[in-house]
């Protein structure tokens, strides 16, 4: 047998590092089924490996592998499963940390599974009142500067200026960002929609009080805003934060307030912070089918699919605006 030599060891390391690497990144969790510790001790199990005319023993060699091998497998790992990790909670059903789970994997989500205004709901016309004294929403929106920050649960456009306020029971709420789940999380009538947009306000004296309006999409001709978007979201799992320049939140909204419906409900996401007031705009915007592919294509594949299911309605009613 020829001794291996040091360049050979090398070029062995590389290869299965190689190896280890692509499994890991092209895996999804728990579609492999062994921990990342567990795969490098397989590995171990293998007694020989020929590389053009060497034979070597593996085993007897793998103290001196085993460490690069080990960085690259946690490396890997990490690559793979940080996005989850950081968030703390994912949209798998069925999943340790999956939606029917939230409020007890964090003691400080218990609101996720206890409250009684949570969101998304479906939007039923036997909940719904028409309520006049809504009145139109009191949008004054400016252009500001903004980012494509991509926060691995979901795509969001950061405003880094002042873009204006709306106005909602003569409390006044700035504009701060907006991002997408997919497929629709609120209904109406018992109708999901495949994307839906939320700009998110935030209350000028209360920092933690918000106001969403929602945006649905459905399938059918490219939304211009997002088509302007593309070539950012192309790179989005490259840079997680990428400037725009200005950006107009009526340009992003793109659609009319004449009608719309106002509920109290919570954030969708951990901790379901409830006391959010609801606008969800009943005219519904057009949206490819490969934008929203292509957001999709940006995140984990435990967040393609982002939206929480729907939540109990208990005795809220649901308001409705229309001229």
């Given at each position: 047998?020829?001794?291996?030599?040091?360049?050979?060891?090398?070029?062995?390391?590389?290869?299965?590092?190689?190896?280890v690497?692509?499994?890991s990144?092209?895996?999804?969790?728990?579609e492999?089924?062994?921990s990342?510790?567990?795969?490098?001790?397989?590995?171990?199990?293998i007694?020989?490996i020929?590389v053009?005319?060497?034979?070597?023993?593996l085993s007897?060699?793998?103290?001196s592998?085993a460490?690069?091998?080990?960085?690259?497998?946690?490396?890997?790992c990490?690559?793979?499963?940080?996005?989850?990790?950081?968030?703390?909670?994912?949209y798998?059903?069925?999943?340790d940390?999956?939606p029917?789970?939230?409020?007890?994997?964090?003691?400080n989500w218990?609101?996720?599974?206890?409250?009684?205004?949570?969101s998304?709901?479906?939007?039923?016309?036997?909940?719904i009142?028409?309520q006049?004294d809504?009145?139109?929403?009191?949008?004054?929106?400016?252009?500001?500067r903004?980012?494509?920050?991509?926060q691995?649960?979901?795509?969001?456009v950061?405003?880094?200026?002042?873009?204006?306020?709306?106005?909602i029971?003569?409390?006044?709420?700035?504009?701060?960002?907006?991002?997408?789940h997919?497929p629709?999380e609120?209904?109406?009538?018992?109708?999901?929609?495949d994307?839906?947009m939320?700009?998110?306000h935030?209350?000028?004296?209360n920092?933690?009080?918000?106001?969403?309006?929602?945006?649905?999409?459905?399938?059918?001709?490219?939304?211009?805003?997002?088509?302007?978007?593309?070539p950012l979201?192309?790179n989005?799992?490259?840079?997680?934060?990428?400037?725009?320049?200005?950006?107009?939140?009526?340009?992003?909204q793109g659609?009319?307030?004449t009608?719309y419906?106002?509920?109290?409900?919570?954030?969708?996401?951990?901790?379901?912070?409830?006391?959010?007031?609801?606008?969800?705009?009943d005219?519904i915007?057009?949206?490819?089918?490969?934008q929203?592919?292509?957001?999709?294509?940006?995140l984990?594949e435990?967040f393609?699919?982002?939206?929480?299911p729907l939540q109990n309605i208990y005795?809220r009613?649901?308001?409705?605006?229309q001229?």
């Open positions: 047998m020829k001794p291996i030599s040091s360049n050979m060891q090398f070029m062995i390391t590389t290869f299965l590092s190689l190896c690497l692509f499994i990144l092209a895996s999804t969790r728990g492999i089924g062994m990342c510790i567990t795969l490098l001790f397989k590995v171990s199990d007694c020989t020929q053009t005319g060497y034979m070597c023993n007897f060699h793998l103290r592998l460490t690069p091998l080990l960085h690259v497998i946690f490396l890997s990490f690559l793979l499963n940080c996005a989850e990790e950081e968030a703390g909670f994912n798998v059903p069925g999943s940390i999956g029917d789970r939230w409020g007890v994997i964090n003691e218990t609101t996720c599974g206890t409250g009684r205004e949570q998304p709901i479906d939007i039923t016309e036997e909940r009142q028409e006049p809504l009145g139109r929403l009191l949008q004054k929106y400016q252009p500001a903004a980012a494509l920050k991509n691995h649960t979901y795509l969001e950061e405003w880094n200026g002042n873009a204006g306020s709306i106005t029971d003569e409390t006044r709420y700035n504009v701060i960002q907006f991002h997408w997919s629709s609120h209904t109406i009538n018992g109708q999901r929609y994307l839906e939320h700009i998110v935030q209350n000028i004296d920092e933690t009080a918000r106001a969403v309006v929602a945006v649905l999409y459905a399938y059918g001709h490219p939304d211009p805003f997002i088509t302007k978007l593309e979201i192309r989005a799992n490259n840079v997680e934060e990428q400037p725009i320049g200005l950006v107009d939140p009526r340009e992003a659609i009319n307030t009608k419906y106002r509920y109290m409900g919570s954030l969708t996401v951990p901790p379901c912070t409830e006391g959010v007031v609801w606008t969800v705009l005219k915007r057009t949206v490819s089918t490969e929203v592919n292509l957001m999709k294509q940006a984990p435990e393609k699919n982002n939206s929480r005795d009613t649901i308001g409705l605006h001229i």
